[in-house]
């Protein structure tokens, strides 16, 4: 016994008013017949366009590492601190949770992501047919975590707000901020882009021979 | 599409709207990653050709250097950062090495200086507190070489330069006997405004001395003319004279971490203005440092017999109330033919401090000091130790002339030429009261007490013996006397009494009658008033006819004319 899939049957739903519709014989660019929204079976280049969008966040994720996040002037001088660097201190000064939570929010789920999305991209591409439940959970978490990747960025925003003593001390955000934004923002993008259903489309495939 | 397997067939599904077809070749979502890798190359190269050169900065000491925290700061601006900071291989010294950016190249001559900036209190200014929180940075100073090799190591200074190169103004050297209360950044004083700071100091090779680098900020620096006299300004110069106390000081600051002042001389204002790198000398106080420069100094040995406690080096030597040289060195010598030791005392003498002011006519003093001196000493001139203070006993070397004093010559054979001296005038007191002592020691005093004692009791002797004579008899024999001598007086009270008695009234009675005799009215008076009377007119007739007889002398032979003719 098979599963049919809308698309396997030729039918799209509208994703503004969940209009059901079918496949007309000729053509791109469909639309609701009800409320003129774009209707498509999978989401259109998701493959490439998640592919460019996971480019960009991996090109960022350089300078997000190197370059100073946080820029933090006081009566002590200008210090200025990357990722890694702020996790070294927080370690060797014996907050070691600290630095692990700034680790793993900062470092290691960013990182994860863009591997998570690399390894669904290519098995979706070869129409791999391996551990497909498991991609899809990943695919899932993926879309999850992505958000919280945004802690870095809420702590210099807050602290940059915050710490504003004129001569005293000052926080300003580094590059290195904007670029961290940008990777965390491109992956959320990328796995937004990602659709999912391309990871099962292998079995409908199989199905119909 | 079979309906058992998926049940009941929808009844209506409208068919999606196609639109015409447009499909655009390239997708616009790869823009994204290319603008990303624009930006991150873009990024990437600037971040190269943003490098600057890397230099090394060797020091004796890693003390707050920091690898990738401390800066190197030229005027205070940023010009890169040490990124590492390791041990010479001798382990002598620390190298540092630092990343500079891409526009400090220029900077980087022959003569660029690099230290570290730390909090330093000295010479009166307290610099690089802002390092105490911050931390230590590198400092670093443009040289003046122009040459365009950027030299890549570099030998850090461990202290600081006062003043950077491009400061205007000049630097001289001065020479001093001791470094006193100064150090490197103590202030310079022209007429109380800080014009300048010590830039460097150091002995002298030769350990004599000290020899110190000042620097004269613009404008003042054109004050400095070669005949400017520099002197210790540090603490509080204080002197008692006839006009009192006066305390000479430079500021607050010269007080508690000392200083260096200049003047020039009135009489030498408006001369040009001195080379960098003039020496001067550094005298002590002000008053010193404007004395008129010795130019000529005479160094004689004078030797004295007598203790020279109170006379230190430095003592003045005084010639008539003139302070004209001073004592250099006193030594001892040990003569083995007299087994004699005896003080000799090196002194300096400015022969130019005797003024020059001669009387009208007199011939200019040739300068002839061997001349001279013989001359002066021929005359009496011999060199004394003289009492300056009572209290504390100091001694002077006085010259000074003893017409009277034993002929002498001064012994040119010596060097320095010997003077002859003549003993101090408290040794001379000192002396004599000795020899009074002496003799007063020599005096027999035993034999003059015992003979004092027998004299005491010869005439105890004699007193005892007369007090054994009979004054009993002595005493009776004096009454008998008395009584007999008394009996005499009145024998003679009784016999020659009314003898005299008798005689005293015979003499009243003849003075009586010649008294009567003697009475105005009595007839001898008045006989002889008449007596007298006759004589007056006996006399004028005589008068008259005197005169007569002077007119008319015929009359003596003719007789008196009729008055009728």
């Known amino acids: 016994m098979t599963r049919a899939s809308a698309a396997s ?77 702020g996790v070294v201190y927080f370690w060797t000064s014996g907050e070691w949770y600290l630095a692990l939570v700034i680790f793993t929010a900062s470092i290691l789920v960013p990182m994860l992501k863009m591997i998570a999305l690399t390894l669904l991209l290519v098995t ?24 919280w990747s945004m802690l870095d960025i809420y702590v210099v925003a807050l602290m940059v707000a915050l710490v504003q003593l004129k001569g005293l ?41 | 599409m079979t309906e058992t397997t998926h049940g009941k067939e929808p009844a209506d599904i409208p068919t999606a709207l196609a639109a015409p077809k447009s499909r655009r070749s390239v997708q616009l979502v790869w823009l994204i990653p290319l603008l990303a890798a624009l930006i991150g190359g873009w990024l990437a190269v600037k971040s190269i050709l943003d490098k600057g050169p890397v230099i090394t900065i060797s020091f004796k000491t890693a003390e707050g250097l920091e690898a990738g925290k401390t800066k190197l700061k030229y005027k205070d601006v940023e010009i890169g950062e040490v990124s590492s900071v390791t041990l010479s291989e001798d382990r002598s010294k620390v190298i540092a090495t630092a990343d500079l950016n891409k526009d400090a190249k220029s ?7 690099f230290w570290v900036v730390r909090p330093r209190i000295s010479g009166g200014s307290i610099s690089g507190l802002g390092t105490l929180l911050s931390g230590a940075y590198i400092g670093v100073d443009v040289g003046k070489s122009k040459s365009t090799k950027p030299q890549l190591a570099y030998t850090g200074l461990e202290v600081p330069p006062v003043f950077s190169t491009d400061a205007p103004g000049r630097e001289f050297v001065l020479h001093s006997p001791d470094l006193g209360s100064l150090d490197t950044g103590s202030p310079v004083f022209f007429r109380r405004l800080q014009v300048g700071q010590i830039t460097a100091y150091a002995l002298d090779k030769d350990g004599a001395g000290v020899t110190l ?24 110069d204080m002197s008692l004279t006839a006009n009192g106390i006066s305390v000479q000081t430079q500021s607050m600051v010269s007080i508690i971490v000392g200083g260096l002042a200049f003047e020039t001389p009135v009489a030498s204002i408006g001369m040009e203005e001195a080379k960098p790198n003039t020496g001067f ?41 003139i302070d004209i040289g001073e004592v250099v060195s006193i030594n001892t010598q040990f003569d083995p033919v007299s087994k004699k030791f005896s003080i000799p005392v090196e002194v300096r003498i400015y022969p130019e401090r005797i003024g020059s002011r001669r009387l009208k006519g007199a011939k200019p003093i040739a300068r002839d000091p061997k001349a001279n001196y013989d001359t002066l000493v021929a005359h009496g001139l011999r060199a004394q130790l003289r009492t300056g203070n009572l209290l504390t006993g100091q001694l002077y070397v006085a010259l000074d002339f003893f017409p009277d004093a034993p002929k002498a010559k001064i012994d040119w054979d010596k060097d320095p030429p010997e003077m002859p001296t003549i003993k101090g005038s408290l040794t001379d007191l000192r002396e004599a009261a000795t020899s009074i002592i002496n003799k007063l020691n020599k005096i027999n005093y035993e034999a003059i007490g015992s003979e004092l004692q027998q004299t005491l009791q010869g005439s105890n002797d004699v007193v005892k013996k007369i007090d054994k004579m009979q004054f009993e008899a002595i005493g009776s024999d004096l009454q008998q006397t008395l009584q007999s001598t008394n009996k005499l007086m009145q024998r003679l009270d009784a016999e020659l009494v009314p003898e005299t008695k008798g005689m005293m009234e015979d003499a009243r009675r003849a003075l009586v009658s010649a008294e009567k005799l003697l009475a105005s009215d009595s007839p001898l008076q008045t006989d002889a008033t008449a007596m007298m009377n006759e004589i007056a007119r006996a006399a004028q007739s005589l008068r008259i006819l005197s005169d007569y007889l002077e007119q008319h002398p015929e009359a003596l032979i003719k007789g008196k004319k009729e008055d009728g003719k």
């Open chain 1, 9 to 85: 049957l030729g039918l799209l739903t509208c994703h503004s008013c969940g209009l059901l519709s079918r496949v007309a014989a000729h053509g791109h660019d469909l639309h609701c017949p009800r409320c003129d929204a774009p209707l498509h079976l999978r989401k259109p280049n998701s493959i490439s366009r998640t592919w460019a969008l996971l480019i960009a966040a991996m090109i960022c994720y350089i300078p997000a590492n190197v370059l100073p996040m946080m820029i933090t002037g006081s009566l002590f001088g200008t210090e200025s601190d990357t990722i890694m660097s």
């Open chain 1, 124 to 147: 979706t591409q070869l129409r791999s047919r391996w551990q497909l439940e498991q991609r899809a959970r990943l695919y899932r978490l993926v879309e999850i975590v992505g958000r």
């Open chain 1, 169 to 209: 001390a000052t926080i300003l955000p580094g590059p290195g901020a904007v670029a961290f934004g940008a990777v965390v923002v491109l992956t959320m993008f990328a796995a937004m882009a990602f659709d999912p259903r391309l990871i099962w489309d292998p079995v409908e495939e199989d199905a119909k021979k």
């Open chain 2, 107 to 113: 900077l980087l001559v022959s003569d660029t200086t």
């Open chain 2, 213 to 236: 680098k000042v620097f004269v900020n613009a404008p003042y620096d054109k004050y400095v003319t070669p005949n400017t006299r520099f002197w210790h300004a540090s603490g509080i």
């Open chain 2, 281 to 321: 000398n550094l005298a002590d106080t002000r008053s010193e440092a404007m004395k008129h420069p010795d130019g000529i100094a005479d160094t004689r040995m004078v030797v004295f017999n007598e203790s020279v406690r109170g006379l230190l080096p430095g003592a003045p030597v005084d010639f008539l109330g």
